[in-house]
């Protein structure tokens, strides 16, 4: 064998134990409604377990008071592989993929880009009791933004969340806040709506859609991120619900 030919031999064999060390790249994606919680909260009203086939996220100034709606989805991980709940370092993307509607409040606002918001919720809620006074809190670190323009009237939104899905897999699973970022609006309305789980399209549900490694192949650098990002501050809420007297509930407050 010559110079040439082992030198050849020696990158095929070098090629080959590379790709016998990677690890192979799945995706699963999971349907909300198999199933999920899902609930509409706003301050115009106290309703409670407001299902709605629409998520929701909307702001608007009206004689001087904030109306804000906001939508909670949760997919239920149970169908996540093993090896995922117990490395989520495997997790290499994690998208939630929303599909616009068309609801009635937006009928004349098609050219008002709307900044959509998704935060991870920390606190345990109930689909069938909860309303914007006891809606859970959510995480203040971790927040996924997109703006999104209506008018152009995408067939679909991806959102990354994969640092949400990651916490939730290690702190515990509580779902999405769906809202917006408006701290001032004016005498008009911003808003976004999507189908929710109980869509009666089913094809235009939520999903999470969610790409993870079956073994081990992270850098050091990763493991250092991830090593961190478990040592850091416990989250602190940014809504708290106010005291509740006999009299009756005290103001809304919210971010």
Not at 110 to 132: C, F, H, M, Q
Not at 149 to 158: A, D, F, G, L, Y
Not at 222 to 231: E, G, H, L
Request: aromatic residues 8%; proline residues 5%.
């Amino acid at each position: 064998m010559n110079f040439r030919q082992q030198l050849t031999a020696t990158c095929l064999f070098s090629i080959l134990c590379a790709n016998a060390g990677l690890a192979q790249i799945k995706r699963l994606t999971l349907r909300s409604d198999f199933p999920a919680k899902t609930v509409m909260v706003s301050n115009m009203n106290q309703e409670l377990g407001k299902k709605s086939p629409f998520l929701v996220a909307a702001a608007v100034e009206e004689n001087g008071n904030q109306r804000e709606y906001r939508s909670l989805l949760q997919f239920n991980y149970e169908y996540l592989p093993s090896i995922v709940m117990t490395d989520p370092h495997m997790i290499s993307t994690a998208e939630l993929v929303l599909y616009p509607t068309n609801a009635d409040f937006l009928a004349n606002k098609y050219d008002e880009p709307g900044k959509l918001v998704v935060k991870r919720i920390i606190e345990n809620w109930y689909d069938s009791v909860t309303a914007w006074d006891n809606q859970p809190m959510v995480d203040s670190v971790g927040v996924s933004k997109l703006k999104v323009k209506i008018h152009r009237k995408e067939p679909e939104i991806r959102i990354d969340v994969t640092s949400m899905v990651k916490d939730m897999i290690v702190y515990g699973n509580k779902g999405f806040m769906i809202c917006q970022n408006n701290k001032f609006v004016t005498n008009t309305l911003t808003g976004l709506s999507f189908a929710s789980s109980l869509n009666t399209d089913t094809l235009r549900r939520p999903l999470l859609v969610i790409t993870y490694s079956d073994g081990r192949n992270f850098s050091d650098l990763q493991q250092m991120q991830w090593d961190q990002r478990q040592n850091r501050p416990v989250s602190t809420p940014i809504y708290t619900p106010p005291p509740r007297s006999s009299g009756g509930s005290g103001s809304n407050k919210s971010e």
